[in-house]
């Protein structure tokens, strides 16, 4: 079945720094991928997605790309802020299972930038 | 404003108590799914439907049930809560050419003792 596995937690930073939070997958069929990011006390948001390799999704100074050789789309910023404090998801959506629309998550990692 | 709604957003409940999240959204998305949220799991789906009237189990749906009638309204019923059913719960919903980006409500954190 499909997964998702992401770095382990959480990242402490201070601010201007530079952010790299790892995100691998396993998949069956040709998935997209996504990060989502949850403010505190809020649901998540969709904060970039990629849908086919080689693809590179970018927001809010944030990005990540798509790497089917390696299975992988590595989250980065090269500066965060305190706001940028969060939790991010990787997930994958894959077109090709049993589970229409199906988001399968990783576990998480919180990130929380000091002033 | 475009958003999904839950209800409640806290709950403290005891087991074996029948309860009910109400999830809405005013965006005339066909799909809605609910996932939930556990340290270290990430968020697991337990039942999504495509459209009116039709549903279908997600990856932990055993303790659930839902129904759909209406587009904009996707339930969530506990008929008899355990305490392993305490977790932050998400509703989500979708366009159906679209369901990658689905939008989330802002959450029910349930505590059943």
């Known amino acids: 079945g499909n997964s998702v596995t992401q770095m382990e937690g959480p990242v402490t930073l201070s601010e201007e720094a530079f952010l790299t939070i790892n995100c691998t997958y396993t998949?069956?069929?040709?998935?997209?991928l996504f990060w989502y990011v949850q403010y505190p006390g809020e649901g998540l948001q969709l904060l970039l997605k990629?849908?086919?390799?080689?693809d590179k999704g970018s927001n809010k100074g944030f990005e990540a790309t798509y790497r089917k050789e390696t299975t992988s789309f590595h989250l980065e910023k090269g500066s965060v802020q305190v706001s940028d404090s969060a939790v991010y998801f990787c997930a994958l959506s894959d077109p090709g299972g049993t589970s229409y629309g199906k988001l399968t998550f990783g576990q998480g990692t919180i990130l929380t930038v000091h002033p | 404003e475009a958003q999904v709604t839950q209800n409640p957003r806290y709950l403290i409940t005891v087991t074996g108590k029948k309860l009910t999240v109400t999830c809405s959204q005013n965006?005339?998305?066909?799909?809605m799914s609910w996932y939930r949220q556990d340290p270290g799991l990430g968020l697991r789906q337990i039942y999504y439907s495509m459209n009116v009237e039709v549903t279908d189990k997600g990856d932990v749906p055993e303790g659930y049930k839902v129904s759909r009638k209406e587009k904009r309204n996707f339930p969530l019923i506990l008929e008899s809560p355990s305490p392993n059913q305490t977790s932050l719960y998400f509703c989500a919903s979708s366009f159906t050419g679209t369901y990658h980006q689905q939008f989330f409500g802002p959450g029910t954190r349930l505590t059943v003792l």
């Open positions: 990629a849908t086919k390799a080689d």
């Open positions: 965006m005339n998305h066909e799909y």
């Open positions: 998949a069956t069929g040709y998935p997209s």
